[in-house]
């Protein structure tokens, strides 16, 4: 059993930064690959980011690729997203998921595990 528990959204301009972190309770956190989706009023959920078990490999949506990264800190048991260059259609309530499967799933219903969402809000 995994627990995960988003913080860092907010309010921020276009072109801002924010970095998200999910923190994992349990012991086995570094055996799971860790993803982050987000989903805007009236959308389904997607895939944003995500990394594996090492950190060494990750992956991203094509729509943050190259503005948002997603790292992990083993020791800490949490997962971040650096964001960056932020625009409004960036705007959705961002969730963290854990994966017992190895390898990047970008499909959320391989998620095992998922945290309650922080909302993330991009002014034009």
Same mark, same amino acid.
């Given at each position: 059993?995994?627990?995960?528990?988003?913080?860092?959204?907010?309010?921020?301009?276009?072109?801002?930064?924010?970095?998200?972190?999910?923190?994992?309770?349990?012991?086995?956190?570094?055996?799971?690959?860790?993803?982050?989706?987000?989903?805007?009023?009236?959308?389904?959920?997607?895939?944003? =980011? !995500? %990394?594996?078990?090492?950190?060494?490999?990750?992956? $991203?949506?094509?729509?943050?690729?190259?503005?948002?990264?997603? #790292?992990?800190?083993?020791?800490?048991?949490?997962?971040?997203?650096?964001?960056?260059?932020?625009?409004?259609?960036?705007?959705?309530?961002?969730?963290?998921?854990?994966?017992?499967? =190895? !390898? %990047?799933?970008?499909?959320?219903?391989?998620?095992? $595990?998922?945290?309650?969402?922080?909302?993330?809000?991009?002014? #034009?």
């Amino acid at each position: 059993q995994v627990q995960l528990v988003e913080s860092g959204g907010g309010l921020v301009q276009t072109g801002g930064s924010l970095r998200l972190s999910c923190a994992a309770s349990g012991r086995t956190f570094s055996s799971y690959t860790m993803g982050w989706f987000r989903q805007a009023p009236g959308k389904e959920r997607e895939f944003v =980011a !995500g %990394v594996s078990w090492s950190g060494i490999n990750t992956y $991203y949506a094509d729509s943050v690729k190259s503005r948002f990264t997603i #790292s992990r800190d083993n020791a800490k048991n949490t997962v971040y997203l650096q964001m960056n260059s932020l625009k409004p259609e960036d705007t959705a309530v961002y969730y963290c998921a854990a994966d017992r499967s =190895a !390898g %990047v799933a970008v499909r959320a219903r391989t998620y095992d $595990y998922w945290g309650q969402g922080t909302q993330v809000t991009v002014s #034009s």
